[in-house]
């Protein structure tokens, strides 16, 4: 294991739900730091924990005493500073010779598609402000050297503590309806199998796009309903959207960069991992 620590990963968003995760599946195994926007005491006295407002600081200044050989964005936020950041990271990936990206982007680059599942070859194309914004960030880093990029293309992710968990548990307290898209036929995937699978593209110095959703495919609104029965509600409101008459698929299969079976899930076993 001691070879591992080799690498020295710089996490953009440490704070975050999914640059927690991160960090706690990465750390033991490698040099580890991470950026943090809100001042927690907890951040404050780590030593590997940056305060990062990219919305006001130069990200040069932690790349310069990191120097990290992986950089892992998993920020969020406003689109316009986030773009400036990255581009800032891009420029420093092309000089530095042994320095690559790690994105985290997100099915939705492909929701102007509806008739199939999406693959990492496909040509991305986006109606909605987020997904436009995946792409402009994926096309940026697509123009480094093949080896120095990784883009992880995500669909929902769920967790216990994850925001979509926490959203619906919220829901059921306070009674409001959930919305539930009937035509909608996605893949899922836990934060716990992400990291996992991150891990292992590091371990095994991989590069390209990756496609991070189960398996299998299931419709939004029975992959919610089997999720808020796991939660133990009985009687929850639902409220059905309908934002077309057929069937439109959301879902990231791969079909060029599968991963080992033991780090593939289906949607039924996130599930089972909740609760």
């Known amino acids: 294991m001691a070879t591992l620590k080799k690498h020295r990963i710089l996490i953009l968003g440490v704070s975050g739900y999914l640059g927690s995760a991160i960090y706690k599946e990465l750390h033991s195994y490698y040099q580890t730091f991470g950026t943090y926007k809100t001042p927690l005491s907890s951040f404050e006295n780590n030593k590997h924990f940056f305060h990062y407002d990219f919305e006001e600081d130069d990200v040069f200044e932690i790349l310069n005493v990191v120097k990290p050989t992986i950089i892992i964005s998993a920020l969020r936020g406003d689109f316009t500073a986030q773009l ?3 581009k800032h990271i891009f420029e420093y990936i092309s ?3 042994n320095c690559k990206i790690i994105f985290l982007s997100s099915a939705n680059v492909f929701d102007a598609y509806s008739k199939f599942p999406s693959y990492e070859n496909d040509t991305t194309l986006s109606n909605s402000v987020y997904g436009h914004f995946k792409i402009r960030l994926e096309q940026l880093f697509l123009k480094l050297s093949p080896k120095k ?3 992880l293309r995500l669909p929902m992710v769920f967790g216990v503590a994850s925001p979509r968990v926490n959203e619906l548990k ?3 307290e306070f009674d409001t309806p959930i919305e539930l898209f009937p035509n909608l036929i996605m893949n899922v995937i836990s934060d716990k199998k992400v990291t996992q699978q991150l891990h292992y593209i590091i371990n095994r110095n991989k590069h390209g796009v990756f496609h991070l959703g189960s398996k299998d495919l299931v419709h939004h609104d029975d992959f919610i ?5 796991k939660i133990g509600t009985e009687t929850p409101r639902y409220k059905l959207v309908y934002t077309t ?3 439109r698929y959301l879902a990231v299969l791969p079909k060029e960069n599968k991963l080992p079976n033991h780090l593939q899930m289906y949607s039924l076993e996130i599930l089972e991992t909740l609760f």
Do not use: F, G
């Open 225 to 229: 309903k089997d999720l808020v029965s």
């Open 149 to 151: 990029v990784i883009i």
């Open 245 to 247: 008459n057929d069937d």
């Open 84 to 86: 400036t950041a990255h």
């Open 170 to 172: 919220l829901h059921l």
């Open 95 to 97: 000089i530095q010779k």
